[in-house]
């Protein structure tokens, strides 16, 4: 029987590996394969739209709900365009100030309100949203509620001029791969642990020596710091960027995008969710009116059927089937 599971155990790991250098194969050639600008557009919003569901899984591995992710994700949009425009900076320069002044932010902002988590933090979170929302609108220098125009497209690298989808396509794969590598980083270390045990039983994590404070705020920072470096790269994308985009709307549908999937699982669970929410209305696009009626639908049945998410669904089938396989084994014992 031993022997058995460790050929059954190999056996599934080759085909995962199998699978996941297909997977990888097909996402290099994506460019080849849908031949329609628009298509690529759509893939390069669900790899932004990873980046900013992760952050927020991020923070909820702490024990921490936010509705502010936008927030970061225009400072880093506001920041980048800023320094290309006004002080002349190439983009591949701006790109890390832009993630950095959100992190400096973060860490100013995180300081007060992460002392304070659970209700207060969710709320602190979404008032601070309104007010940079608010604040953009207001400042003329940043175009005011009109936004900023004719931002510059980032700097050729060699004969990559940055005119076509498919360059920023591998730009944008490039920043969600790094962010993917630093995050399964961070959650395999030593930090990741103290942020599950915070997560888990934090007044128990807190006997154990593990400080809240700075763990949450840790992970405040990096995860501002992510949304600020795709909004760097959402800026210099669209070219055009106005306050409006980054409402407490879309911080509710980053957080959409993290429970949908799973918040279980820190990295797949934003990415499945994002898929759902990016690409399922434009499959279900029947009209501008019955589009949200029919997502919200679904995100109902979703969350009453399978609460921890898209990828609870074996760990559910595998309970109710144990769950089944009981009931007929009493009935058996019965008769």
């Known amino acids: 029987m031993e022997k058995w599971l460790r050929m059954y155990s ?15 194969i097909i996402i290099l050639l994506l460019p080849l394969l849908l031949k329609s600008p628009y298509q690529m557009h759509l893939i390069i919003m669900l790899c932004i739209n990873i980046v900013l569901g992760m952050s927020f899984a991020m923070l909820f ?24 425009m006004n002080l002349n900076l190439s983009f591949w320069l701006a790109l890390p100030l832009a993630s950095i ?11 007060i309100i992460v002392r304070a988590p659970g209700v207060a933090f969710v709320v602190q979170t979404m008032v601070i949203n309104m007010i940079v929302v608010q604040a953009l609108g207001q400042m003329e220098f940043l175009g005011g509620w009109g936004g900023i125009l004719d931002i510059p497209r980032p700097n050729p690298i060699v004969s990559i001029k940055f005119v076509s989808k498919t360059h920023y396509y591998y730009l944008i794969l490039f920043l969600l791969l ?8 961070l959650y395999s270390s030593r930090i990741g642990r103290a942020w599950r045990s915070i997560r888990l039983n934090p007044r128990l994590a807190q006997t154990l020596g593990i400080n809240l404070f700075r763990y949450r705020l ?4 990096i995860a501002s710091m992510s949304a ?40 797949m669970g934003p990415t499945i969710g994002s898929l759902m929410m990016t690409l399922v209305p434009e499959f279900l696009r029947v009209g501008k009116e019955i589009e949200p009626i ?24 595998g309970s109710l089937a144990t769950a089944f396989l009981s009931r ?4 058996e014992s019965l008769h």
Request: net charge positive.
């Open 228 to 267: 600020g470096l795709v909004g760097s790269f959402y800026a210099h994308y669209f070219g055009t960027i106005e306050p409006n985009t980054f409402s407490v709307f879309k911080s509710i549908y980053i957080q959409i995008y993290g429970i949908l999937g799973g918040l279980n699982f820190y990295l």
């Open 218 to 221: 840790l992970a405040f920072i």
């Open 101 to 111: 002044i959100t992190g400096m932010i973060a860490f100013m902002l995180g300081s």
């Open 61 to 84: 591995s702490t024990g921490l709900i936010t509705i502010g992710a936008a927030a970061f994700w225009a400072i880093g949009a506001y920041a980048s365009a800023v320094l290309v």
């Open 178 to 185: 790094l962010t993917v590598v630093v995050f399964y980083a």
């Open 294 to 317: 029919l997502t919200g639908g679904i995100l109902i049945l979703l969350v009453i059927f399978l609460p921890g998410g898209i990828l609870s669904l074996p760990e559910r089938m």
């Open 328 to 331: 007929i084994k009493r009935k």
């Open 10 to 24: 190999t056996k599934l790991r080759t085909k995962g590996v199998t699978l996941f250098i297909i997977l990888g």
